[in-house]
């Protein structure tokens, strides 16, 4: 069978087909610059491995207390290697990526402190576990105090503003990588570092965490190599590699991952139980496959960048500009349009395909929420999976794809939809 009539029997017209092929010749020399940072990367892990002597011994399972459980304490020397930390919090008792940044904050965190984030509104779900939102056990319930600087309008950091918001009280400094669904830019690992410099100058002694959450392998350099004193995220994004089930990660300072393990378990006990119940082998293999994995979910997002550029519509980022983590916005300007590109996605996945996502009054959201998302694990973002509410401008989001062929079918498969609800005309 020819490639056309492959595409074909999975519903891809030739027309849609022809238009994507042209959009990916396009991008020969992006994809091939990927392909680089990829390998880089795949090498870092890898010899952070070998250092390690990473062994078959590391997969067994651990269950109870989890005392002396080699492959966890292995795990955590490979992670803190990689990302060049000297220790790390690698756990499927971290139950997500919020959970995570929760311990890293309030570990690190003291009642009488400030923390202050000079990058404008945190990702949502750290509203309540800051207490920018009223919530039983907030930071703000325990009198830790929050402050924040947002950034200009040209997306730049307000230099003028973190100084003055700095005092003796500040304590943690929060710097968010990705955008996450906010407007703003995403940060590269370089900004990030200058951020990090100017706060250090004012107060050597603060510490600075950056929520690393979509940003992990994007670049050859991770936050810690910037001056980071903790770095944290999900393992069911970018460096669970599609593997993990669950789990979130800390790595940083000997300090700062301490204090934040003695939050996880319990003062005394930290770092020493936590029982790996048979995970270990999912978390060093999808490490170890991570670096391609987020290959294939930036390809997917340049190609879907340039596709729904070339036919008009407003895309963040656009088309030709670095970067810096794996999520893109296309803005339809009509509810359909978020609809048919949903429904694109969930047809073109593994799991589920045969389902139709529709929108729906989700709690915590103030319009109907559409999501696509036919993974193995539930809720996983490294999958390819999408979402929008349906209120102006009509934006969905989308992000991942554990190989870019898939993210390649999915993107094939939303334009399929969009033009045979007649919204798009090739
Ligand atoms: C996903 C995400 C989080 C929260 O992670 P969950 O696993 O959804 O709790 C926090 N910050 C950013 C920037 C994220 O993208």
């Known amino acids: 069978m020819e490639m056309k009539e492959m595409y074909g029997s999975l519903g891809i017209s030739k027309e849609v087909l022809e238009f994507g092929l042209k959009i990916e010749e396009q991008l020969k020399d992006r994809f091939a610059a990927i392909d680089e940072t990829a390998e880089y990367n795949q090498m870092k892990v890898i010899r952070a491995m070998q250092e390690c002597r990473v ?13 002396n459980d080699m492959g966890r304490d292995v795990l955590e020397e490979v992670y803190a290697k990689t990302f060049r930390g000297e220790d790390a919090l690698v756990r499927p008792q971290v139950m997500s990526g919020t959970h995570a940044l929760h311990i890293a904050l309030s570990g690190n965190l003291r009642p009488g402190d400030e923390l202050l984030s000079p990058v404008g509104k945190p990702y949502d779900t750290l509203d309540e576990v800051i207490g920018i939102r009223d919530a039983v056990g907030s930071l703000k319930e325990f009198g830790v105090t929050y402050r924040q600087v947002d950034l200009l309008s040209d997306g730049s950091f307000d230099y003028e503003g973190i100084r003055a918001a700095i005092n003796d009280r500040t304590r943690l400094v929060a710097i968010q990588r990705s955008k996450g669904y906010a407007t703003r830019p995403t940060l590269s690992v370089e900004q990030i570092g200058e951020l990090i410099s100017f706060i250090k100058s004012i107060k050597p002694e603060v510490i600075c965490m950056v929520d690393n959450c979509y940003g992990e392998f994007v670049e050859r350099i991770e936050p810690l190599e910037v001056g980071a ?3 944290v995220g999900s393992l069911i994004k970018n460096p669970g590699g599609g593997l993990a089930p669950i789990g979130g990660y800390i790595v940083g300072t000997k300090e700062c991952v301490e204090r934040a393990a003695y939050r996880l378990s319990a003062p005394g006990l930290g770092k020493e139980v936590g029982a790996s119940l048979g995970l270990n082998q999912s978390f060093f293999q999808g490490f170890f496959l991570a670096p391609t994995v987020v290959a294939g979910a930036l390809k997917g997002a340049i190609f879907a960048a340039n596709i729904y550029e070339q036919l008009g519509y407003s895309v963040v980022p656009n088309g030709s500009e670095p970067r810096y983590d794996i999520i893109q916005a296309v803005t339809f300007g009509k509810p359909e349009g978020v609809i048919a590109f949903c429904k694109g996605i969930q047809a073109a996945a593994p799991v589920d395909s045969f389902v139709t996502p529709e929108p729906w009054d989700m709690p915590g959201y103030d319009a109907p929420v559409i999501m696509a998302a036919g993974a193995f694990v539930q809720g996983s973002s490294i999958e390819l999976s999408a979402d929008g509410p349906i209120k102006p ?16 079918l999915g993107i094939l498969m939303s334009l399929q939809k969009l033009t045979e609800a007649g919204i798009v005309r090739l």
């Open 55 to 67: 062994s078959d011994i590391h997969f067994a399972a651990t269950t109870g207390y989890g005392y």
């Open 229 to 231: 004193d903790m770095m």
């Open 393 to 408: 401008p009509y934006a969905v989001y989308f992000q991942g794809g554990l190989t870019w062929y898939h993210a390649k």
